[in-house]
């Protein structure tokens, strides 16, 4: 079994879809961004797997409200692909407008520290 490596940020749901599975059936296709780094992934979740217990709950809040989870494994790095056999943890839910709000702050405080110190 390969040795994933754990990525060191929570993320936030930033688009949930049910699309078409390439080997048939529906699966839930999650994208998702990096709080610190604003990198995204993606990972493509299905009912039919046996980890589908890991994420169950999650596609089904994901579609109402905002979401941070953490623990999560990167799969393939080029493509920015997440493990769904990721014991994912919820980190965070609530109302979109309030994590944009957070987001927002945040990503604008991080950028007025780097500037600060060069970086």
């Given at each position: 079994m390969a040795k994933y490596?754990?990525?060191e940020e929570p993320v936030f749901v930033n688009r949930i879809n049910l699309i078409n599975s390439?080997?048939?059936g529906e699966v839930w296709e999650l994208d998702v961004m990096g709080i610190k780094?604003?990198?995204k992934f993606k990972t493509y979740c299905d009912p039919q797997n046996a980890n589908w217990n890991?994420?169950?709950h999650i596609v089904e809040c994901a579609q109402r409200k905002a979401m941070v989870i953490s623990?999560?494994?990167?799969?393939?790095e080029l493509k920015?692909?997440?493990n769904a056999d990721s014991e994912c943890r919820i980190e965070w839910v609530g109302p979109r407008e309030e994590l944009a709000t957070e987001l927002?702050?945040?990503w604008r405080n991080q950028s007025k520290f780097n500037q600060l110190f060069g970086e």
């Amino acid at each position: 079994m390969a040795k994933y490596r754990k990525l060191e940020e929570p993320v936030f749901v930033n688009r949930i879809n049910l699309i078409n599975s390439r080997h048939g059936g529906e699966v839930w296709e999650l994208d998702v961004m990096g709080i610190k780094t604003q990198t995204k992934f993606k990972t493509y979740c299905d009912p039919q797997n046996a980890n589908w217990n890991h994420w169950e709950h999650i596609v089904e809040c994901a579609q109402r409200k905002a979401m941070v989870i953490s623990n999560l494994k990167i799969k393939d790095e080029l493509k920015g692909i997440i493990n769904a056999d990721s014991e994912c943890r919820i980190e965070w839910v609530g109302p979109r407008e309030e994590l944009a709000t957070e987001l927002e702050e945040y990503w604008r405080n991080q950028s007025k520290f780097n500037q600060l110190f060069g970086e």
